[in-house]
């Protein structure tokens, strides 16, 4: 069975990744050391992480506006900002005139400051999306930028998932996680791009 075309291409939407510049926003969605251990550890994330510092560094180089986004849970749980477990790991952390907006579900532009956040940045159009979970939180984001009229870009090597058990009880790899989640943006809701080099000119 052939692939069906994506929806992108059935209504004619622009395929052409942006490249790192004045031009676009970075958003760095949960780089939160919750799931580098414990009970939320996510399969490659340490790679995943290393993708994200390059393509943070890349961003800052180019001039690119970074917006960090973190969960918080609560204290006691794996996503509580006070404490190190949910901190933003230290390879991918803000610097001085970097925004932190704090989401407490998937999607970072729901009851959050994200999208005056960005306005204030006189964000164009263009924002590049990593960081963690695949399948739930760049995915939501993802979703929400594009109801809102962004063009989202997912920098595929910058996130990363982790295994969950199926209704037939037996359980699903994290590969195939990142794999539909990825395929679920790149269907409507945004570019995927697989590497940091393809956004760098």
């Known amino acids: 069975m052939h692939p069906s075309a994506t929806l992108r291409e059935v209504i004619g939407l622009d395929n052409t990744p942006p490249r790192l510049g004045g031009e676009c926003t970075l958003i760095m969605i949960d780089f939160q050391n919750t799931y580098r251990t414990g009970v939320m550890a996510l399969d490659g994330v340490e790679p995943a992480l290393a993708a994200g510092a390059r393509l943070l560094a890349a961003a800052r180089a180019a001039g690119t506006p970074v917006v960090h986004v973190v969960n918080d849970g ?7 900002i006070r404490a190190e477990i949910g901190a933003i790991s230290g390879e991918v952390a803000p610097v001085d005139g970097e925004s932190v907006v704090v989401k407490q579900v998937p999607d970072a532009f729901h009851g959050t400051d994200l999208e005056r956040t960005l306005r204030d940045l006189d964000a164009g159009p263009d924002l590049i999306l990593a960081g ?34 199926a209704l037939d009880g037996a359980g699903t790899p994290a590969e195939a996680l990142q794999s539909a989640g990825l395929t679920i943006i790149a269907d409507l809701f945004g570019l995927v791009v697989p590497t940091v080099a393809h956004l760098v000119d």
């Open 74 to 80: 609560g204290p006691g749980t794996p996503y509580d």
């Open 132 to 165: 963690f979970m695949t399948h739930m939180c760049v995915t939501f984001t993802a979703q929400g930028a594009f109801n809102l009229g962004y063009r989202p870009t997912v920098v595929a090597e910058a996130t990363a998932t982790r295994a969950l058990p």
